[in-house]
Each structure stands twice: as C-alpha cells, then as structure tokens.
C-alpha cells in the first residue's frame, strides 16, 4: 500500500459543479494533514491545511476521517481557475519531520 | 518579493557533467528541503536540513551532495549526472513549530529547477 494514496483521475467536470477528491494514508499516527494544489509546470502551492473537526475556505471544504485514515478535499462551484493536480499530503510521523506527497489527483473544469 | 527562490530555472547538460542548484529563501524559515518530481509527477523528499544540520537524507545516491551555508540557503549539487536524474527540483522552506511538536508544516515552494541531462 502505498503511504498516500490517490485517485490520480483526471475529473472533467463543468463549470458550477461540486467535486470531491479522497485520500488515504497507511500511519494511523500521522498527526498533519494538508491540500496543495499544484498548476501546470508550477510550484506546489498550500490550498488548505485539514482539522480535525473539518474545515472550510470559500468553496472549499476538507475532511479528515482517522478511523479510516483518509481526507477529502470538496469544491463546490467549480470555476475554470480551479483547474490543476491537487496533491494530498500527509505528515506521516512527526519524528521524520518530513511531508509525504500523494500523486495528485487532477482536475478539468470545463466551460 | 519572491520567498523562495531557485536558480537556474532551467538547466540542460550532458551525461557525465557535474551542475548546481542554488535556492534562497527570505522568509526567516529554520527548516529547508529538497524535493524531486519525476516524469510521472511524483514528488519525493532528498534532503531536509534545519538550522544548516541535515536532518533527513533518503535514499538518494551520494552522487548527490546538499549544502547550507546558512539557514536562508540550500544548495545541490550534483556529480556525473545521469540521464535518470532528468527531472524537475524543488527547494522548499518552513518554520519548525518545536513547541508544539509538529514538524514539515506549511511549506512554501520555489519555483523549482527543469533539468534535462542529454
């Protein structure tokens, strides 16, 4: 199993739509959880980080699920902008102080 | 004002030759990294260095050497490059949050350097 684990998609879906990427990651002990979203031949950039309880920014929201050790990431209202590979990372064990990225799961909105 | 900055942005070279990549950051961050993306867009930690002490080297042949004279730079360099070290790298940066335990939060990017080795 991989350590995080995505759907590398892509998803084509129209402008206005709501769309949702899931993630798993193998250490149940892993404490940071985060979205970054990553544009074409670009740096990855911070989209969110992801709380316990769930959080929202604008039209987008995360999820965090420890029993099943996976996040989400939903984007309601899709714009055209919202276009790119949206990277799951996980820290998986504070001690290593490092992150550990997902492949990215990309995303095609469409006029 | 760019927080983290890579140069060249660009680097094609031939097999066998020795090349270097410089980042600078000018955030106040104590913690800095370097990353690899592959073809498949797979991105990977090298090296991570805290305070000018490395403090995680994977598994990445000694071919390749990192440097930080001082916590706002990270240098690599590499030697008799491969074409299999054909890829895009990342410098990145972030600020340690030791009272709080958490380590490798939010980290901020360089634009991040295209080698091609011929």
């Known amino acids: 199993r991989k350590e995080v684990e995505q759907d590398p998609g892509p998803f084509n879906v129209p402008e206005g739509a709501t769309v949702a990427f899931n993630c798993t990651y193998s250490?149940?002990?892993?404490?940071?959880f985060f979205w970054y979203r990553q544009d074409c031949r670009k740096e990855p950039k911070l989209l969110m980080s992801v709380y316990s309880s769930g959080n929202e920014d604008g039209r987008f929201t995360a999820q965090l699920n420890r029993a099943s050790q996976y996040i989400s990431l939903l984007i309601r209202d899709s714009k055209l902008s919202d276009s790119a590979t949206y990277l799951c990372v996980v820290n998986l064990d504070t001690g290593r102080r490092a992150l550990t990225f997902g492949s990215g799961t990309r995303l095609q909105v469409q006029p | 004002d760019t927080a983290v900055s890579q140069t060249p942005k660009y680097l094609v070279t031939q097999m066998g030759n020795d090349k270097s990549i410089k980042c600078e950051q000018n955030?106040?961050?104590?913690?800095m990294y370097w990353y690899k993306q592959d073809s498949k867009k797979f991105l990977k930690i090298m090296f991570s260095?805290?305070?000018?002490?490395?403090?995680i080297n994977e598994t990445v042949p000694n071919r390749f050497s990192p440097k930080s004279p001082d916590k706002a730079h990270l240098n690599l360099h590499i030697n008799s490059l491969e074409l299999g070290d054909s890829a895009v790298y990342f410098c990145a940066s972030s600020q340690d949050r030791l009272t709080s335990g958490r380590f490798g939060d939010t980290q901020y990017f360089g634009p991040g350097t295209r080698l091609t080795v011929l």
């Open positions: 260095y805290n305070n000018k002490e490395l403090i």
């Open positions: 955030l106040g961050h104590d913690t």
């Open positions: 250490n149940s002990a892993s404490q940071s």
